[in-house]
């Protein structure tokens, strides 16, 4: 796996990714310098919405890892803030098998299944340990078909 630098500025990257598959993504978050910010004390909140104005969600992620991926549940492809359910590992890892600035993000096969194949919207906030709260990450997520049966 590849780990990606994604400096202080708020980055925009876009993810497509097939429904079903398990969904793995670590970056380290460099200051101005290139020098990784530590994340210690720091908590993590990602949410993907099909569009940006959406109330509803249609995957959140915390740190709460490894039952931090919250997807929908039966035939809804969306749910409210807190109508998601977690069905096996994932979420956010901050320093990352203890690298500073590293965070892995890990959204289980069983989630991606459930989500629509469109494409969708995100963002990854970061409030350190005083309290800021930072977007480092946004864009979108593409979720593709599977193909294999």
Partial sequence: MTTRNIDSVNAYYHFLHYQGDTFNFTFKYLDNDGNPISLSGATAEM???????????VCLLTDDYPNGAFGPSGDSSEFGYTGGVTSGTGGIRLENSGVTGSINI????????????????????????????????????????????
């Fill in 47 to 57: 949410s993907i919405r099909k569009s940006p104005t959406s109330p509803n969600l």
């Fill in 106 to 149: 890990i959204i289980n096969g069983d989630t991606t299944s459930k989500l629509p194949t469109t494409r969708t919207h995100y963002n990854l906030q970061i409030t350190t340990s005083d309290g800021e709260s930072r977007t480092i990450l946004s864009g979108t997520f593409e979720i593709a078909k599977q193909t294999t049966r």
